[in-house]
């Protein structure tokens, strides 16, 4: 009698079925094996309990997607993405599912198909045996690109981002429906400072996931902060503030998006102050749009650094440094650049200020 409970006998039942014969050795390559065996279901009830378990998913409920997914397992024994799902909601739910769950796949006899190697690969403890038993199988079947996807994320991990990129480039090549392959690509690209290349990525992960809004917002601020790309960054921008209404860093996004109106982008920010007093950022870019953009002679410097000192000391007063580039900002630069305002202007009055002194000369 084959251990363990109905849904998971009848898993090794059909897989033991699938296999015919096990063997232990390896496949000739003849050439790329067909990606889609491992992300189409050919069974109508496999499919329609995989359709039923995403649904299940997508409400954040295990509990109902559970027995869809094993019932998913046993009927499409090579659908990869059900497989992941019922390993991740296994672990999530912890005790005797996931002993079940790991027994089961630890326990699964190889066949002709990296699958059953791949998922015993996916639950070793260390990234040294996840490794060895990713390179047996590419070894093997090296037009697997889920095998090629999670050798490129141990290398990412581990630091090796330039080996890492280029097996993001084999899953790609050998499964161009691997989307995450793409976008992750795209943001080691980014770590990087590759972001002409990352661009591109992003590009199309978009294009074949526009649902993705993590994604989208990764992409605006690469196209806004990084490469200054305003008017392709705008229609995404559009949808995503769309989907997430009222997100003030989605405003600050606008507002750095409309640097080119220095007006309209002070007025945005201090629409962000208005609702959050604290917001620090906002606070340092009205300075710097009034102290580095906005003069372009001594009369404007008188004009706008008024301004500017208001705006950096109402920094100052709210800051709560979180990384090395605000500490730097609040220890180092803002001092200066109120020193090299007093220079000009004469020493500061040392009276507190409020957002309504961050206002556009003559508003107000």
């Not at 009698?1 to 232990?24: E, N, V, W």
């Not at 260390?126 to 038993?133: E, K, V």
């Not at 649902?211 to 705008?234: I, Q």
Request: neutral net charge; glycine residues 6%.
């Amino acid at each position: 009698m084959i251990p363990g409970s109905p849904p998971q006998r009848a898993l090794l039942s059909a897989l033991l079925l699938f296999a015919g014969a096990c063997t232990t050795g390896a496949r000739p390559v003849e050439g790329a094996i067909d990606p889609r065996v491992y992300s189409e279901c050919q069974d109508p009830e496999g499919a329609a309990a995989w359709q039923r378990a995403q649904q299940a998913l997508a409400r954040s409920d295990d509990d109902a997607a559970l027995p869809h997914l094993q019932l998913c397992t046993q009927r499409c024994p090579d659908l990869v993405r059900a497989h992941l799902a019922y390993q991740d909601v296994a672990r999530r739910k912890g005790g005797q599912v996931q002993q079940a769950m790991q027994d089961f796949y630890l326990s699964a006899p190889e066949r002709d198909s990296p699958v059953p190697a791949y998922l015993k690969a996916r639950l070793a403890e260390t990234d040294y045996a996840r490794c060895n038993a990713l390179d047996a199988i590419l070894a093997r079947d090296p037009s697997f690109a889920w095998g090629h996807l999670s050798r490129a994320r141990v290398n990412r991990r581990q630091g090796r981002l330039l080996q890492a990129i280029d097996m993001f480039e084999d899953a790609i090549v050998h499964d161009r429906s691997l989307h995450e392959a793409r976008l992750e690509r795209a943001q080691v690209l980014a770590e990087l400072g590759r972001e002409e290349e990352a661009a591109v990525d992003y590009r199309a992960y978009l294009k074949a996931m526009p649902e993705d809004l993590a994604a989208m917002r990764a992409f605006v601020t690469l196209l806004l902060y990084r490469l200054g790309r305003t008017r392709e960054a705008l229609p995404f921008l559009d949808r995503l503030e769309k989907e997430m209404p009222g997100s003030l860093s989605l405003r600050m996004d606008r507002a750095a998006a409309l640097w080119q109106r220095p007006k309209e982008s002070i007025e945005a920010y201090l629409g962000i102050l208005a609702v959050d007093p604290k917001m620090a950022r906002a606070a340092w870019n009205i300075g710097m749009l009034y102290y580095e953009v906005l003069p372009k002679n001594e009369a404007d410097r008188r004009r706008f650094w008024p301004k500017a000192r208001a705006a950096f000391k109402l920094f100052l007063a709210v800051v709560e440094p979180s990384d090395g580039h605000e500490h730097f900002e609040s220890t180092l630069a803002v001092p200066y650049k109120l020193v090299v305002i007093a220079e000009l202007l004469g020493p500061d009055s040392g009276k507190p200020v409020s957002v309504e002194d961050l206002k556009w000369p003559g508003d107000g």
